[in-house]
């Protein structure tokens, strides 16, 4: 199993190790003729053919007749064989590039699920809450993560600020914005991008390698040292400021490891990349501050009803709970018993 996490880890993520490697020869000043880069292309055609492949086979071996109905065994070989050409071709789509690698990052996840479940291991207790109390669990769990989210991206960008005052050198650095390290022009683009992140960065990085080394029982040093390598490398764009995401990654592998709640990660993180790219996009200097006051308001307003829901819950079930008192007969013990909701709100 071990193999098999670190080939998923490579096949989706070759290609943004790649760039990143590339993006820190350049900051040294290596410069590559197009000619040189040809042998991408190839490589990713490979790859994505391995992908179909393998998410074919585990498809197919899930999908037997005594499992699953006949319809429904057509829709799923067939989306995966959909899925998986799409990440196969991605590398020669020239004009919607980036629809056929969002599309394949996507696949990449539903690879790595698929892994998961041929080993017996669930990726994620359940994917949505089903009551009030959960609801408020996954809240907390996702402003945990965008508090991880904020702090190494924030660290990373503060890092960019600092080695290019100092301009030592040696030293790599990203020089321009991360929107053009990533080749990000405009809002569509963003959103793609973001959605390709995810897939990738916590269904594959985060959630998957962490759940098959832990059926496995790797130790927790290891799991961590793993992932936040592959989350830093995957931001070598950034330069030496990239060791910040190592924070980023561990913050949300340690909330995943805890309470194996994957939609809270991906929202958190989908959340604090769109608004903060998009921000950075839309609005210069200053005026990047300005959202921050309705997003806060929202969060709050969420927040408060959340946990409004969740006492009202508690509340419901302490009512039902409370015994009824018992008497003679005769004395009144047989008329309905009216619980006192007032006094289960204040406890």
Request: charged fraction near 15%; glycine fraction near 8%; hydrophobic fraction near 55%.
């Amino acid at each position: 199993m071990y193999a098999q996490v670190i080939a998923l880890l490579l096949l989706t993520c070759f290609r943004t190790l790649v760039i990143g490697a590339l993006d820190v020869a350049d900051m040294y000043g290596v410069r590559w003729a197009t000619d040189d880069l040809r042998w991408i292309r190839p490589c990713e055609f490979v790859i994505g053919m391995v992908v179909f492949f393998w998410l074919s086979g585990l498809v197919i071996a899930r999908t037997t007749l005594d499992r699953v109905s006949q319809p429904r065994r057509l829709a799923v070989r067939g989306a995966a064989v959909v899925c998986g050409a799409a990440s196969m071709y991605s590398a020669g789509l020239v004009p919607y590039r980036l629809v056929a690698l969002t599309v394949s990052g996507c696949t990449a996840a539903w690879l790595a699920l698929e892994v998961c479940r041929a080993h017996g291991v669930s990726p994620t207790a359940a994917w949505f809450p089903a009551t009030a109390r959960d609801r408020l669990r996954d809240w907390r769990i996702a402003g945990a993560a965008l508090l991880a989210c904020m702090v190494g991206g924030g660290l990373a960008k503060l890092l960019v600020i600092l080695l290019r005052w100092a301009d030592i050198d040696g030293i790599p650095v990203m020089q321009g914005s991360q929107l053009g390290a990533l080749g990000v022009h405009n809002v569509g683009m963003i959103g793609l991008t973001v959605l390709w992140t995810v897939a990738i960065e916590d269904v594959v990085m985060v959630a998957a390698t962490a759940a098959l080394l832990t059926a496995i029982r790797r130790p927790a040093w290891e799991i961590y040292t793993l992932i936040c390598l592959i989350e830093v490398l995957a931001h070598a764009y950034f330069g030496l400021p990239a060791i910040a995401m190592a924070l980023y990654a561990a913050g949300r592998v340690w909330l995943y490891r805890r309470y194996q709640r994957l939609l809270p990660l991906m929202a958190a993180h989908a959340g604090f990349d769109f608004s903060a790219a998009s921000v950075q996009f839309l609005l210069p200097g200053f005026y990047r501050l300005l959202p921050m006051i309705p997003i806060a308001l929202v969060v709050m307003w969420i927040d408060r009803r959340v946990n409004a829901a969740a006492v009202e819950e508690r509340a419901d079930r302490d009512v039902k709970q409370e015994p009824t008192p018992a008497g003679p007969a005769g004395s009144g013990a047989d008329t309905p018993h009216i619980p006192d909701r007032s006094r289960a709100l204040v406890t």
